[in-house]
C-alpha cells in the first residue's frame, strides 16, 4: 500500500475510534496498518543510517 494511503487511512480509523468507536475488525485492521507504516519508518531510517559515512582525515578529526 502506498504510504499516503496508509497514512490516511490509519487516520480515518483514529478519527472514527474517536467519534463512534471501531469494529473488532477494524480495530485489527488500525493495528496492522499502524505496524506496517512502522516496519517501513525503522527500514527506511535504517537505510539512512547505514548510508553515513565516516571519514577520519590526516589529523584524525571524524567528518561525516
Do not use: C, P, W
Not at 494511503?5 to 467519534?19: D, M, P, V, W
Amino acid at each position: 500500500m502506498d504510504i499516503d494511503k496508509l497514512i490516511a487511512r490509519i487516520n480515518e480509523l483514529s478519527r472514527k475510534n474517536k467519534t463512534v468507536g471501531l469494529t473488532d475488525e477494524e480495530t485489527k485492521e488500525r493495528d496492522e496498518l499502524r505496524q506496517q507504516y512502522l516496519n517501513n519508518f525503522k527500514r527506511n531510517f535504517k537505510q539512512q543510517l547505514d548510508s553515513i559515512k565516516y571519514v577520519e582525515d590526516e589529523e584524525g578529526n571524524v567528518t561525516h
